[in-house]
């Protein structure tokens, strides 16, 4: 399914990001332009910039140099920052669940004070998402009384009830057992499904080959191979690339 003539919805120019006074790169000069509608995965090994990508697009980290664009709107004050993170929802490793506050709160929270929605409104849009996820009936429980899938699911629903027009997931399988990658991949194979503009970074090939438009390899902080799961999977142009798929592919 190609969506690549959809209007662009996030650019990256020639961002650089750089840890410890310089030390480590993280991000060396990427350049990249994602259109409304397609679900892009990133991949590559350990310390290649992927998180770090991820999470300058909306401002968690602060690049040193570059700009980005997200929907129209270049991130430079922090007004501007701010309006572009009400429209982008952001899954993490960890689940980052309020622990004192049941399931049905935790998606109620952000509803009220930023989207100013009244109270049977969120709790309409949270029910129905919790539908969505496949647990309506923890909607009482506590976090803690949580499996480690269940707890990604209600974090994914959360940032869903933004109703936001991006999703970005940071390695959000990584932390769970085993048993419990599927469901929370279910979920987001079903959102691909759906047209959200989504952009996750992940270990899970078999995601990236089933829900992925695009997937971007990236090593030593740059972007190696940028193209659709079928050309990266079957026929790698790079050397490098068919490296790391030769180790992680059994």
Avoid: W
Wanted: proline share 5%; charged share 25%.
């Amino acid at each position: 399914m190609n969506r690549t003539l959809n209007p662009e919805i996030i650019r990256i120019e020639s961002l650089c990001k750089s840890f410890h006074h310089g030390r480590i790169v993280a991000l060396d000069n990427v350049s990249l332009t994602i259109p409304e509608g397609q679900v892009t995965v990133i991949i590559g090994p350990s310390g290649s910039g992927k998180s770090t990508m991820l999470r300058c697009i909306n401002h968690l980290e602060v690049p040193d140099s570059g700009t980005i664009t997200v929907d129209g709107i270049v991130l430079e004050s922090a007004q501007d920052i701010n309006k572009v993170r009400t429209e982008v929802g952001m899954v993490f490793q960890q689940f980052n669940l309020f622990p004192h506050l049941t399931v049905l709160d935790n998606l109620l929270l952000a509803q009220r004070i930023v989207r100013k929605r009244s109270k049977a409104e969120a709790q309409s849009v949270a029910e129905q998402l919790l539908r969505k996820v496949g647990i309506p009936e923890k909607a009482k429980a506590y976090p803690g009384q949580l499996s480690g899938g269940q707890q990604q699911r209600v974090a994914i629903a959360r940032a869903l009830a933004m109703q936001p027009k991006i999703m970005l997931f940071d390695e959000p399988t990584s932390a769970l057992d085993p048993e419990m990658i599927k469901e929370v991949l279910d979920v987001m194979l079903e959102l691909a499904q759906e047209g959200i503009t989504m952009v996750a970074v992940s270990h899970e090939m078999g995601f990236a080959r089933n829900a992925a438009n695009r997937i971007i390899f990236m090593d030593q902080a740059r972007i190696i191979e940028d193209t659709t799961p079928q050309e990266l999977f079957e026929s790698p142009r790079e050397e490098r690339t068919r490296q790391f798929l030769s180790k992680i592919l059994h």
